[in-house]
Structures are given as structure tokens and as C-alpha cells.
């Protein structure tokens, strides 16, 4: 579960520090960064978790690692945009509070 919430951590400092050329562009991966969250969120919850929920939590993890590192790699040159940083911010939490 504590690696869970780094995981969740790390991710919305590297949402805040990323950067886009394109607003879609970043909308799109900011929501998909928020849909591993929010799936992660959602299995972390569960009180006594089986087998299967720990494999899919490690599986959901490792997925999202990837695509932090994805996301690290590709907004690499704007990770200091003060606007940008807002935004993606912006969504996140508005993806994050739908996720129940």
C-alpha cells in the first residue's frame, strides 16, 4: 500500500512538472495518468485484498512506472512552463475527483 501512494505521489509531481507542445496532447495523458491513479486508488481501498487484486495492483503499477517514465522522457524540455504546470494540475485533480 506505501508503495502505492509513492507511486501516486511521484505521479502528481511529474504531472505538475511536465510540459506539451499541444493542449490535447496533454490533456490526453494527464487523464490517463489519473485513470492508473484512480484505478490504483480504487484497489489500494480494499480492505482485505485477494490474490488476484495484489497481482493486478503490481500489474497497474508497473504499467504506470512505464508511463511516467514515458511521460518524463516526453515533456523533458518544458518542465519549468509555470502555465503549463497549472493545467496539468487542473486536470489531474479534476480527473481525480470524479474518481470515487
Same mark, same amino acid.
Given at each position: 500500500m506505501k508503495?502505492?501512494?509513492g507511486?501516486?505521489v511521484?505521479?502528481m509531481?511529474?504531472a505538475a512538472?511536465?510540459?506539451?507542445?499541444?493542449?490535447?496532447?496533454?490533456e490526453?495523458?494527464v487523464?490517463?495518468?489519473?485513470?492508473?491513479q484512480c484505478?490504483?486508488k480504487?484497489?489500494g #481501498?480494499?480492505?482485505?485484498?485477494?490474490?488476484? %487484486?495484489?497481482k493486478?495492483i503490481?500489474?497497474?503499477? /508497473?504499467? *504506470?512506472t512505464?508511463? =511516467?517514465e514515458e511521460?518524463? #522522457?516526453?515533456y523533458?524540455a518544458?518542465?519549468? %512552463?509555470k502555465?503549463?504546470?497549472e493545467?496539468?494540475n /487542473?486536470i *489531474?485533480?479534476?480527473? =481525480?475527483?470524479k474518481?470515487?
Amino acid at each position: 500500500m506505501k508503495k502505492i501512494i509513492g507511486i501516486f505521489v511521484f505521479a502528481m509531481l511529474v504531472a505538475a512538472g511536465s510540459s506539451c507542445k499541444s493542449g490535447d496532447t496533454l490533456e490526453k495523458d494527464v487523464k490517463k495518468l489519473a485513470d492508473y491513479q484512480c484505478q490504483l486508488k480504487k484497489l489500494g #481501498n480494499i480492505t482485505s485484498p485477494s490474490e488476484q %487484486v495484489k497481482k493486478e495492483i503490481d500489474t497497474l503499477t /508497473k504499467q *504506470l512506472t512505464v508511463y =511516467l517514465e514515458e511521460m518524463q #522522457n516526453k515533456y523533458a524540455a518544458m518542465d519549468t %512552463v509555470k502555465a503549463f504546470k497549472e493545467r496539468a494540475n /487542473k486536470i *489531474l485533480e479534476s480527473e =481525480l475527483d470524479k474518481c470515487k
